[in-house]
Structures are given as structure tokens and as C-alpha cells.
């Protein structure tokens, strides 16, 4: 039995593990709203990335004299109240904005999957005390430990996905903990074990990749969620540096300015709404397609 | 279950001191103290002002830094503690433990202390007449999230997939799309100096208290609704509703009296933990319509350095989560069967 | 018409109004006529005072509250600020300056019915000194005999120069003579404090239910973060000349929901706490309810010249200095950027100074040529060393961001130095600045009383507040033989040779004099502007009001 497990082991979660993502591609590929959505996403991040190139102006190029002014041929966007022009520096905040969403879902997903991972597969002792852990890292207020965070470290764009994602893992690390505890009955782990694979390796090449559906979906769920969290920063002034400017920022100076300048609410206010939804959207689709079970 | 509860409540202790340390030392490591201020007090004043608010320790300076106590002015006290970086190090770490145990004291008797800032008032005071306020306006929130969400989200269950389905979806979708800081500025300019159905600001009457609720609660009866169309969707499918149809029972009272108890399970979980968001979450809200409740001081205190008002909130924003969490653990127990206490 | 297009229609009607057409229909930003029926004045309040103790409040709003429960022995003259009997109806001068002594009015009383005698100045002044009070303020009164030992501790109460000679006369000594010490007794600090309450309640007596004052009005309500409802105070001795009810003072740190409740007529005042955003001061200018005034501040920037920080900083040479100020388009800054009708300065002292004497500094023009050649001559720029990035500090706030990033600007395209702009949340800003971590850091400057010193004494060389650490001793000597000259004019010629020296060394980088601009309801009479911006609420009244 031993010498014919290790090969079994990796061949059945190859199996298991292509059937379910073929599975899930095609459930996905018929929710259209999924598909829309993502074909609006990537129509927002290559507006963002590579828009710039074809717009005339800078973000930071100032007209003070010029003012805001409603959108115009010149201006698609108009301009801000320093007569920059909106429509790139919307461009630019998107990149920052998608930036800080991607990269701090990202920090968080890196803590979260290891955390609950180890937690999860350890179990007993080393589980109580990680998720007391856990527990106690919920009870505080997020924004306070985000704010002490970036007044101890400094506020650099890089603290600022750190610091993001460092406060947004507890979810991730307990829904990681819960799918390990599970799988780690599974006898493809059993097998693995009586082959002498060590334990980290289990963890991260054979359980974690079965964990992948509720990880994906939620992931893909932070990012929006991370991004909320930024535009908050910056509606406090603790987001990013001027003259850079993210989504966030942009939509807090036009709620400010909203009854004299409309265009600076609804434009920036437009791209980021939309992007949210998209990746609500697609977290949805991702979700029923991975996981048809936990429909919400 | 008593025993469950017993043992939970207990836990909760140990919980808030690992919070309290927690914030104690983010507050004091955090750089800039609660009495810098744009002009600056001469150094003596300074001095008297750390003395009586535990900012300074003379038993750890004698002990330490004996050199301290003669100087006089900010510069010359930086140019020692810069020749002695650990004797200074060592210096502040024992008047942080100093303050610490402090603090300490004054929470088992159940005093926060004095506010740092606000120097006529002690926090037990803000918190008093904050916490009132907040918890109306979750309340109101939370009312409002049930309100919408569960309509909506029992609706989109009933025509799942078709067009009333899509149309909460969105809408839901939008709600949590939409960063209050700027719903509450729309609300406003809309409803309060357009039509003029509602004043723009402040805590008074009952019309006072409508936007400011539906702006914090939108956010909230997005989720309500998501989770209660997930929710219902997964009981409609089980047996037992099968049979109640096949029994003959009307649709209406099928979902009404059987699928909406099951339905509701997530929303009753999602509860606990939205309860104690809503707290943190109406920083905004109680900015922008000038409500006086305490989330603010989770920006603000932290902001100005006042390190008990921050604590306290930091504290009872704590205890409020896990005893909110334990009434959602009972809850659930009662409505769910398969729920047994450990 | 049906009645959901009606609606509609009044919606677009009314965002119509909101956005544009306030100039051409409407000429108030406002409402027309008041919308409170009450003979009671709403006033934006700002930020929550820190404290109303007049002993050991430190801040602008707490300020003005206390201005309103608590009378000194002078108050405020609405219109010039000149002192004017208070709670003193007389006082007499010794020649050299150097004693006063006040006498009180007869029958006053606290708002309890306690009479208020001069012991209670002696103890209140004293309670300010003493070290366990730690009041923030406690300098002020450093120039009273025996004052500053006591205060820090090496002296004893006893030896302080006040005494109440009898019940009514107060006798003060001081150590030098202060020509604006008249000036400063309707200040805070000075007002007297109730011993008996205060000896009750402990820290709690400034609480609604333990307060006992001495001023116009008296407190009813005090909601934290929200609302202090003042009332008449019907123990007051000038009772009768009190016009307003009371005043409900609205408590707010959001400008912009301050100003949503001044257009609703929930606000008859923004107050002189809450100023409006500049952006929409183009729209407000013109209207009936929006004023514009000069007003006793300046705004700089520091150059820090500490030995011991940034060493090699080409900011530590005089004309990259002067390099930096020519190419800062202040005039620019002033039109679009602060919009609240500043004025571009060209020195420390406010242009409220010019009026009264005080000699103009020659103007600093907007020239990069010349920037461009000092720049030239202390090496930097083509054929020269790379002008390393400089670093602006400021902290988070709409209106210090919009001045950096314009200066940010001009900087780079004038003189192609490239700047990076740093915004620090307040404490962290402030611990830099203090502890000397800046380049250049954004600083307001305040007057706390009507006179020149109090601008320039934080250049003093030995002065906390000089954050540069800029020493230069001939400005100290003229500042310190200003002190003991009498005449007002000479005086100001002297101050005049400090400052003139000052922009030459340039520790500083003047942006504008500061102005102060509100929104008030044509119904609220009796408002003088002033160079302070202090409007006590005794002289305010409301028109057409019961």
C-alpha cells in the first residue's frame, strides 16, 4: 500500500482539482452578469493603465488661473479646483486605487491562508491559541490600529497596503482554518502523511490548493472591500501623498465640492462605484460557480 | 447553556486586558504627545502638565535619568537623551509601566480616568453621554437594514432569477458600492436643502434622526438582503419544505412560517458582529450630520493623542462585540436545532 | 402636471438654485429672513472646547465660551478690542508702570447670589500660577511679581504681587512694566474662577449643574461634540444692556455640514471658529450674508536652521532662501488658491499694524529671473551642483494641502527644484516641528494680543517657539530695547528694523496675512468686524426678535 500511495495522492487531487475548476469555468462563463462584470473590470484597468498615454496633460500640471471648470472638448472630465485635469488624474487615482486593492488583498491573503492553514492542520493547542489570537485581533476597531499604523511606520503608498491588509486577514484566516479542518480528514492526507511528506509541505501544496474555491471568492471579495477602506482613509486625509491621488481621494474632495462642482463627485464617484460593482459582481459569479453550496 | 454563557463571560476578561495592553502601547509608542500644540507651552508648564497626567514619573527619572530633573529647556533635554539613548529608553519604558499599572488601577474601579485633551472632563463622561447616542443610531441603522434588506432579499428569493431578483441584487449591490461619506453629502443636499423634508444636521427630533440611520444602515441592508436571499434559497431547497408544499400548504405560508425561520440564520449570525461595526462605522455619519455619539473618538482620540478617551473607546467597543457575539450564539441555539453548546 | 414630474420639477429647481443661479435670483447664500423664531442666537461653536476652566483652557473655542460666562475686571470693546470697565470700574497706574491698582464695582455677585469680591481675583490669579494647576496660559502672568518662581515651583504663593487690599480693590505688582498689560485682563486666564465652587466639585465644576460664573450669560447645556447653550445671566451687573436670551453655540469639526446648516437657517453665525472652505468663497463673495476681513495672523513656512539637523541643506544658505520666496507666486496663492481674500505678505507682521502706525516692509516681488540667478550664484542650477529634492511639511488639511501642492508647483517650474510635499496627521506634525525632523514646515501665527512682540518674540534667539533656531543678536537687542520704549510710534520703528532684518535672514518664508470671513444673517445686528475676530454676544442682537 505505501509504495503505491505517494503517486496516488497527487494524482487524485490532479483529477479532483481539474474537474472542479473546469466545472466551475464553464457554470461561470453562463452567469453573464459575472461575465460583464469582468469585461467591464478589465475595461476599467486598461483605461486606467494605459489611458494616460492618449490624454495631453499631466496629473500634476496646475492652472490655477483656469480653476474647475465643467467638462469641456479640452477637458472630457473638466477640471479641478487647481485647473488639473480630472480625466487623467482619474486615471492615475485608479491605478493607485486598484493598486492599493490588489496589493493589500494580496498581504492579506499571503497572513490569512498561512495563518488559518496552520492553524487548521495543527489543530488542538496551537488552533485554541491562534484563533484566540484571532478573536482578540477582531475585538479591535480597525481603523484605529490603521491610523496608530501609519503615524508609528510613516505614510508611504507601500505602509499603506500593509497596513490595509494587515488589518484584513482575520476573515480569510478563519475561513482557511475551517475548509483545512475539514479537508485534513480527507484520506489523500492520511496518504501523504504515511509517505512521510512533512507537514508544511501537506499544509501548503495539498491542502491549501483544495482550499482554493472559498479562497478565491474571497478574496476577490477584500478587494473592493480594501478599496472602500482606502477612500475612507483619504475622506480622513490620512490616504495618499498629493499630488498623486487615488479614487478615494478624488470622490471625498467631490462630495465636498459637490454643490458647486458636480463633475468632481460623479466622475471619480462613477469609475469607483462601478469598479466595486463589478467586483462584487464577479466575487458573486466566482462564488456560485466554485461553490454552488454557499450561495449568499 | 447557563454554564456555556458562564464560561464565555469569563473569557471575556482576559480578552479586554490583551485589548487594553494592546491599545496602551499603540497609544504611547505612537509618535507626538497629547500636549504639543502649535504654541508651544514654556517647558516648565510642559512639565507640570506630564506630571499630573502621568506623562512623567520622578521616581523613574531619579532613577535613570537623574540629570533631567535639572534641566530646563526641550533642547537641552534632547541633547541629554540623545547621549544616553538607553538610560532614556529605560526612563520612559518605566514611566509607560508607571502609567500603565495607573490605568489599570483606575479600570478595575471602573474609571477610564481623565481625558488628555479635554481637560475639564473625565472619559467616563464622554462615554456616557456618546454611547446613548451611538447605540440610537444603530439601532435606527439596524432597524433599517432589517427593514429594506429583508423585504428585498425575500423578494429576490421568492422571483429568484427573474427581474425583481436583478433589480434588489442591484441595488443591494449599490448600497454597499457606495462610500457613506458621500451618500450622507447626497442625502443631504437632496432631501435636506432640496426639498427640504429634513434638516441637514443635528440630533433633535425624530426628523432629525431619518437620514442620518438610512445613510448608516444602507451599507448594512445590502448585506441584510444578500444574505437573506442566500439564506432562503438554501431551506427553500431542503425536504422539508418540500413536504409543506406537498402537503398543499400555500406558497405564501410556506415561505412565511417555515422557509423564513431557517432563511434567517445568517442574518441572525451576520447580527452580532454588524452590531459592533456599526459603532466604528458611524465615525462618518456622526461627522458629517454633527451626531454626538462616541464613534468618533476611534478617529478623533487616537488622532489627538488623548490616550485614555482612545482606550476607553477601544474598550468598550470591545465589550460590546463579544457580548453582542454571545447574544448571537444564544440566538442562533435557539432558532437552529443543530446547534449544540460545547 | 402629475405629481411625480412636480416633484421632479422641484428637485431640478431646487439643484438648480444650489449650483448656479444664487447670484443672479438670490443675494443671500442663506435664507433670506431668519428661520428661528426665538430671541436666541445660533452660532457655529468649531471644534469642542477643550476646557472652560478660565484657569486652564488653551484653545479658541473654549476660549470664546469663557468670554461669555466669565467677566475679568476689564472686558472687551466690540468694535477696537480696547479694554473697558468689567467687573473693574476704575484703576489707577503707578509712574513707572510698574503697580496697578483696580477698583471693583459695588454688589457684584456670581450667578449663585455669592458676592464676588477682590479675593476672588487674588486666589483665581494664583490658581493659575500655582504648578499643580498646570495651566497652560500660566506665562502671562510670568511678568507679575514673584510669578514665574511660584509658577515653576522655587517661589512661594504668598510672594506673588497680587493682593487684595480690601473687597473691593485689587492691587497687582510687576516685575518690569508691560505696555499691553491693560490688554491682556479681558483675556481667559484673567477672569476669575468661583473658589467655593470650584473647592466642591473638584474638576467637575465647570458641569452645567456645578457652574457658577460672573459673565453676560450662563451655562445651561453642555453636550460634548455637540451643542453649549448659553442664557442671560439675571445676576450679571450690566443685565439690562444684554439683548440676546441666550445663544445655542453648535459644536462641529465639519466645515462643510457647518455650511449646509448656515444655508438651511439652522445657523444665524458660522462663527469666528468655523470659517468657510475656501473653495466656495467665489460664490459666497457678493452675497449678502458673506463678509470678508482682515484679520490679526500670518501664515509661513519655516526654514529649519538647527546645527544639528539636515546638515549640508542648501536651504541653510541665505539665497536659496531668498530664491525660494521670489519664486513663490504669492499673489497667485492669495486669488486661487487660500480665495478668502488674504493678502500676500511680505514681512510677519500683519497689514492690521499698517493702519496703526506700523511701517510697510518693502515688498518682495514675484521674480524667478532673479530667483533663477541667486539660485545661479549659490552654485545650484545649470553648470552647477543638483539642487537636492526639498521636503514641505504640513499637516492633514484641505487648505495646507491646496498651498503646498501650488507652491510644489512653482517651485519646479520656476526654479526646477523638485519638491516633495509631506502631510503629517497633526501630533506627528507637531512632534516633528518641535523636535526640528523638517526642511520647510507650514506655521499660522496668531496674535494673542494687539501688538507687534507678539508676533516676532518667537525669533527671539532664546525663544521655544522659534522653530528654525534662527539667532541673530542685534534682532534680539531691538526687540528688547522696543520693550521699554513707551511711544507707541517708536516703539514700531524699532519692531519695523527687527522684522526688516528677519527678511533679510529669512528663517521664515511669509505667504499671506491671514483674513477672516464668515457667514452672517443680515438679522444679526451689532457686528463689528475686528483685527482678533472676538465678537462678545453681549453687544449682538437680533432684529425684529420679541
Request: proline share 7%; glycine share 8%; net charge neutral.
Amino acid at each position: 500500500m505505501t509504495s503505491t500511495v505517494p503517486v496516488a495522492a497527487p494524482e487524485l487531487e490532479e483529477i479532483e482539482g481539474t474537474s472542479l475548476w473546469r466545472d466551475a469555468w464553464r457554470r461561470l462563463k453562463k452567469n453573464r452578469m459575472a461575465v460583464a462584470a469582468a469585461a467591464v473590470l478589465g475595461g476599467i484597468v486598461l483605461f486606467c493603465v494605459a489611458g494616460p498615454l492618449f490624454v495631453p496633460y499631466s496629473f500634476d500640471e496646475q492652472n490655477l488661473e483656469y480653476g474647475a471648470r465643467g467638462p469641456s472638448a479640452e477637458h472630457w472630465f473638466g477640471t479641478d479646483l487647481h485647473g488639473r485635469d480630472l480625466l487623467v488624474r482619474t486615471m492615475y487615482g485608479g491605478r493607485i486605487s486598484l493598486a492599493v486593492g490588489l496589493a493589500a488583498t494580496l498581504v492579506s491573503l499571503t497572513i490569512g491562508v498561512a495563518y488559518g492553514a496552520i492553524a487548521g492542520y495543527f489543530g488542538g493547542r496551537v488552533d485554541a491559541i491562534m484563533m484566540r489570537v484571532v478573536d482578540v485581533l477582531y475585538t479591535l476597531p480597525f481603523m484605529f490600529v490603521v491610523i496608530l499604523f501609519l503615524v508609528l511606520f510613516g505614510r508611504s503608498i507601500v505602509l499603506l497596503f500593509v497596513a490595509l491588509g494587515a488589518v484584513s486577514w482575520l476573515t480569510m484566516a478563519r475561513i482557511v482554518r475551517g475548509q483545512v479542518l475539514s479537508l485534513k480528514q480527507s484520506e489523500f492526507v492520511d496518504a501523504a502523511r504515511a509517505a512521510g511528506v512533512r507537514d508544511l509541505a501537506i499544509v501548503f501544496r495539498h491542502l491549501v490548493p483544495n482550499a482554493l474555491g472559498p479562497i478565491v471568492v474571497y478574496a476577490t471579495l477584500t478587494v473592493p472591500r480594501v478599496m472602500l477602506e482606502e477612500a475612507f482613509l483619504s475622506y480622513l486625509g490620512l490616504g495618499v501623498q498629493p499630488p498623486m491621488a487615488s479614487w478615494g481621494l478624488l470622490v471625498s474632495d467631490g462630495a465636498n465640492n459637490m454643490m458647486l462642482h458636480p463633475h468632481l463627485l460623479i466622475f471619480p464617484g462613477l469609475l469607483l462605484t462601478l469598479t466595486l460593482f463589478s467586483l462584487n459582481f464577479l466575487g458573486d459569479g466566482l462564488r456560485d460557480a466554485l461553490d454552488p453550496r454557499m450561495r449568499t | 447553556m447557563i454554564r456555556f454563557v458562564l464560561r464565555r463571560i469569563l473569557g471575556i476578561f482576559p480578552i479586554l486586558l490583551v485589548v487594553f495592553t494592546f491599545s496602551f502601547v499603540l497609544m504611547r509608542v505612537a509618535p507626538g504627545g497629547p500636549f504639543d500644540a502649535e504654541k508651544p507651552v514654556p517647558p516648565e508648564v510642559k512639565r507640570n502638565l506630564e506630571l499630573r497626567y502621568r506623562m512623567r514619573e520622578p521616581w523613574c527619572e531619579a532613577r535613570f535619568l537623574p540629570a533631567l530633573q535639572g534641566v530646563r529647556s526641550p533642547d537641552e533635554e534632547r541633547a541629554l537623551r540623545r547621549a544616553s539613548p538607553w538610560a532614556s529608553r529605560a526612563e520612559r519604558v518605566c514611566t509607560g509601566l508607571f502609567q500603565y499599572g495607573w490605568m489599570l488601577g483606575n479600570y478595575v474601579r471602573g474609571d477610564f480616568g481623565p481625558s488628555y485633551k479635554y481637560k475639564d472632563r473625565s472619559v467616563n463622561e464622554f462615554i456616557r453621554a456618546g454611547m446613548p447616542v451611538t447605540l440610537q443610531l444603530g439601532l435606527l441603522a439596524v432597524t433599517f437594514a432589517l427593514g429594506i434588506g429583508l423585504v428585498a432579499g425575500l423578494v429576490a428569493a421568492v422571483y429568484q432569477n427573474r427581474w425583481p431578483d436583478h433589480l434588489a441584487m442591484i441595488a443591494a449591490l449599490l448600497g454597499i458600492s457606495v462610500p457613506n461619506f458621500v451618500l450622507g453629502p447626497v442625502l443631504i443636499l437632496v432631501f435636506s436643502l432640496g426639498l427640504l423634508w429634513f434638516p441637514p444636521a443635528r440630533w433633535e427630533s425624530l426628523s432629525h434622526v431619518f437620514l442620518p440611520g438610512l445613510t448608516l444602515g444602507s451599507a448594512y441592508a445590502a448585506y441584510v438582503a444578500r444574505l437573506t436571499r442566500g439564506g432562503m434559497l438554501e431551506v427553500v431547497r431542503q425536504d422539508f419544505i418540500r413536504t409543506a408544499r406537498a402537503k398543499g400548504l400555500p406558497e405564501r405560508l410556506v415561505i412565511l412560517r417555515h422557509a423564513l425561520r431557517g432563511g434567517l440564520l445568517p442574518v441572525v449570525s451576520y447580527l452580532g458582529p454588524a452590531m459592533a461595526a456599526l459603532f466604528t462605522g458611524s465615525i462618518v455619519v456622526e461627522r458629517i450630520f454633527n451626531v454626538p455619539g462616541m464613534g468618533r473618538y476611534f478617529v478623533d482620540a487616537a488622532i489627538n493623542r488623548d490616550i485614555t478617551l482612545a482606550m476607553a473607546v477601544v474598550v468598550v467597543n470591545a465589550v460590546f462585540l463579544l457580548v453582542a457575539n454571545l447574544v448571537v450564539d444564544v440566538v442562533l441555539g435557539i432558532l437552529d436545532p443543530r446547534v449544540r453548546y460545547e | 402636471m402629475n405629481r411625480a414630474s412636480a416633484r421632479a420639477l422641484v428637485v431640478a429647481l431646487a439643484l438648480e438654485s444650489l449650483v448656479g443661479a444664487c447670484e443672479r435670483d438670490r443675494p443671500t447664500f442663506g435664507p433670506e429672513t431668519r428661520r428661528h423664531r426665538d430671541n436666541v442666537l445660533y452660532v457655529g461653536g468649531g471644534s469642542e472646547p477643550e476646557s472652560i476652566d478660565p484657569g486652564k483652557s488653551y484653545d479658541g473655542p473654549g476660549i470664546d465660551v469663557i468670554r461669555e460666562l466669565f467677566e475679568g475686571l476689564l472686558r472687551y470693546d466690540p468694535k477696537t478690542l480696547e479694554p473697558l470697565p468689567g467687573a473693574a470700574e476704575s484703576w489707577e497706574v503707578s509712574e513707572d508702570g510698574r503697580r496697578y491698582v483696580f477698583t471693583l464695582r459695588e454688589g457684584l455677585v456670581w450667578s449663585d447670589g455669592t458676592p464676588l469680591t477682590a479675593h476672588d481675583f487674588e486666589w483665581s490669579w494664583k490658581r493659575v500660577l500655582a504648578p499643580e494647576t498646570a495651566a497652560q496660559y500660566a506665562a502671562l502672568f510670568w511678568d507679575i511679581e514673584g510669578g514665574k518662581a511660584y509658577n515653576l515651583g522655587s517661589g512661594s504663593r504668598d510672594d506673588v504681587g497680587v493682593r487684595a487690599l480690601d473687597d473691593r480693590t485689587l492691587e497687582v505688582r510687576l516685575e518690569r512694566p508691560v505696555p499691553w498689560f491693560l490688554s491682556l485682563l479681558p483675556f481667559a486666564p484673567f477672569c476669575p474662577v468661583p473658589r467655593h465652587a470650584v473647592e466642591r466639585h473638584g474638576m467637575a465644576w465647570t458641569r452645567p449643574e456645578n457652574i457658577v460664573s460672573n459673565g453676560p450669560f450662563r451655562l445651561v447645556r453642555w453636550i460634548p461634540n455637540y451643542e453649549i447653550v448659553l442664557e442671560r445671566n439675571p445676576t450679571y451687573w450690566d443685565r439690562d444692556d444684554v439683548r440676546l436670551d441666550g445663544a445655542v453655540l453648535v459644536v462641529s469639526e465639519d466645515t462643510h455640514s457647518m455650511l449646509r446648516l448656515f444655508r438651511a437657517g439652522e445657523l444665524d453665525w458660522l462663527g469666528s471658529n468655523v470659517r468657510p472652505p475656501p473653495e466656495y468663497v467665489p460664490h459666497l463673495r457678493g452675497k449678502a450674508d458673506y463678509r470678508e476681513d482682515r484679520y490679526l495672523g500670518t501664515y509661513f513656512y519655516w526654514i529649519n536652521l538647527r546645527e544639528d539637523r539636515n546638515p549640508g541643506s542648501p536651504l541653510k544658505d541665505r539665497r536659496v532662501r531668498r530664491a525660494l520666496l521670489l519664486a513663490t507666486d504669492r499673489e497667485a496663492i492669495v486669488r486661487h488658491v487660500a480665495r478668502g481674500g488674504q493678502r500676500p505678505a511680505d514681512g510677519v507682521v500683519p497689514d492690521i499694524f499698517f493702519e496703526m502706525g506700523y511701517p510697510r516692509p518693502s515688498p518682495v516681488p514675484f521674480d524667478p529671473e532673479e530667483a533663477r540667478r541667486l539660485l545661479a550664484e549659490a552654485g545650484y542650477g545649470p553648470g552647477g551642483k543638483r539642487f537636492p529634492t526639498i521636503e514641505i511639511l504640513y499637516n492633514t488639511h484641505e487648505g495646507h494641502r491646496q498651498i503646498a501642492e501650488a507652491i510644489q508647483q512653482m517651485w519646479k517650474r520656476h526654479l526646477g527644484i523638485e519638491v516633495r510635499i509631506e502631510n503629517q496627521e497633526w501630533k506627528v506634525f507637531m512632534s516633528n516641528r518641535l523636535e526640528g525632523h523638517y526642511q520647510l514646515a507650514r506655521a499660522g501665527w496668531i496674535g494673542d494680543f494687539l501688538d507687534p512682540y507678539s508676533f516676532l518674540s518667537q525669533f527671539l534667539s532664546d525663544s521655544d517657539a522659534n522653530e528654525a533656531r534662527w539667532k541673530n543678536a542685534e534682532f534680539d537687542r531691538l526687540l528688547q530695547l522696543a520693550l521699554s520704549e513707551p511711544d507707541t510710534r517708536r516703539r514700531y520703528a524699532l519692531y519695523a528694523q527687527a522684522e526688516a532684518i528677519l527678511m533679510e535672514e529669512l528663517p521664515v518664508l511669509p505667504i499671506y496675512y491671514y483674513s477672516q470671513n464668515t457667514l452672517i444673517g443680515s438679522w444679526v445686528r451689532g457686528f463689528h468686524p475686528n483685527a482678533q475676530d472676538i465678537h462678545p454676544l453681549r453687544s449682538l442682537w437680533l432684529e425684529a426678535a420679541p
